[in-house]
């Protein structure tokens, strides 16, 4: 846990932990035939850690739903489903508009509502018992863990240097 007593992600069994924002935002870039890798300049969201732990969340989650109960009628499964899309939507979004930080922070903000709503959709899930506790626990220590990558970036595009405001179009 971490000193607030608050279980971190690799305590919680995730598969993934991430670190403080660096993490999120690192980048490598494969060198040619050799396979070394070194870091480069992030050209497209796609490269960012948080994109594509977010898309791997979004399989896990549409795959989960499939298991919903047909009487279920969507009112569970389509809303998780739906929000683990936008999660996605949220990081392009706010890559594209990041000439303005205020905008790629606001985008990412919006990201960390919508992981706090899967993880809502995700315990009544549970309650209603279209998730064992296993996958639950799974599911929402990923969750948890994007949420914190959600925020680390977040913190970067905030705080952090420049290096996120492009200059202006020309």
């Not at 399989?59 to 279920?72: I, K, S, T, Y």
């Not at 489903?81 to 890559?95: C, K």
């Not at 919006?110 to 639950?136: N, P, Q």
């Not at 970067?156 to 492009?166: D, I, T």
């Amino acid at each position: 846990g971490d000193a607030a007593g608050a279980p971190t992600a690799a305590a919680s069994g995730a598969r993934f932990a991430f670190g403080k924002g660096a993490a999120w935002i690192s980048r490598f870039r494969s060198s040619g035939a050799s396979g070394s890798r070194s870091r480069g300049a992030i050209r497209s969201c796609r490269e960012l850690r948080v994109y594509r732990e977010a898309c791997d969340l979004a399989v896990e989650l549409f795959r989960a739903a499939q298991g919903f109960p047909r009487e279920e009628g969507g009112a569970l499964a389509g809303p998780l489903r739906s929000a683990a899309r936008e999660v996605t939507a949220r990081i392009i979004d706010g890559w594209a508009s990041r000439r303005d930080r205020a905008a790629f922070a606001w985008h990412l903000a919006e990201g960390i509502v919508l992981v706090r709503k899967i993880e809502a959709w995700l315990a009544l899930a549970a309650r209603c018992g279209y998730l064992d506790a296993a996958a639950h626990g799974s599911l929402r220590a990923r969750s948890s863990a994007l949420g914190q990558g959600l925020r680390a970036l977040r913190e970067s595009v905030v705080r952090g240097p420049q290096r996120w405001a492009l200059p202006a179009a020309g």
